[in-house]
T-cell receptor, first 111, second 116 residues
């Protein structure tokens, strides 16, 4: 069994500031993938970033980076230079044989 | 190219009725996933297909739920004897291949099912 925990139900950030969204996971499988998705109010899930369990370097995709700390089983998402359009729900997902999503964090960017 | 499409976008039905939800994946994507998302929750995995076969259906809650993908493209999620607790948004996603590095999923807009 695998588990994802997102402990921040809601976060606020000032426009142009950076924000970190927390994600911890638990799995006994040595090979897994970690994904972050964004879900705006329109409802569609949008892929942001991927980190493999054997990847040595932290993943980055534009303004998104993943702070992967394998020993602590954490995979926090860092969004730099926040924009108003970043306001959305953010979900962390772990995949071994099947995907498991967390309960999400609602991010609000304040102008 | 076109993304993942789902029909209908909304479905209202009465308790005890049968419903079918359709998913049209991105062309060429061999893996297809179904999820259920309740209000305030993350997507809950139901089933995934690799080609025509159900590779893992461990998330289906009971035998009222069934899904098919007969030609390895379009998939239909079927729910028999619907219950009020089945009310949720049903999401479909597809990916180019299975395997962790290639498993980036592209989601459809979802079907909102309401059981009265």
């Amino acid at each position: 069994a695998q588990k994802i925990t997102q402990t921040q139900p809601g976060m606020f950030v000032q426009e142009k500031e950076a924000v970190t969204l927390d994600c911890t996971y638990d799995t006994s499988d040595p090979s897994y993938g970690l994904f972050w998705y964004k879900q705006p109010s329109s409802g569609e899930m949008i892929f942001l970033i991927y980190q493999g369990s054997y990847d040595q370097q932290n993943a980055t995709e534009g303004r998104y980076s993943l702070n992967f700390q394998k020993a602590r089983k954490s995979a926090n998402l860092v969004i730099s230079a926040s924009q108003l359009g970043d306001s959305a729900m953010y979900f962390c997902d772990i995949e071994t044989q099947t995907p498991t999503f967390g309960t999400g964090t609602s991010l609000t960017v304040i102008p | 190219g076109a993304g993942v499409s789902q029909t209908p976008s909304n479905k209202v039905t009465e308790k005890g009725k049968y419903v079918e939800l359709r998913c049209d994946p991105i062309s060429g994507h061999t893996a297809l996933y179904w999820y259920r998302q309740s209000l305030g929750q993350g997507p809950e995995f139901l089933i995934y297909f690799q080609g025509t076969g159900a590779a893992d259906d461990s998330g289906l809650p009971n035998d009222r739920f069934f899904a098919v993908r007969p030609e390895g493209s379009v998939s239909t999620l079927k729910i028999q004897r619907t219950e009020r607790g089945d009310s949720a948004v049903y999401l479909c996603a597809s990916s180019l291949e299975t395997g962790l590095a290639g498993a980036t999923q592209y989601f459809g807009p979802g079907t909102r099912l309401t059981v009265l």
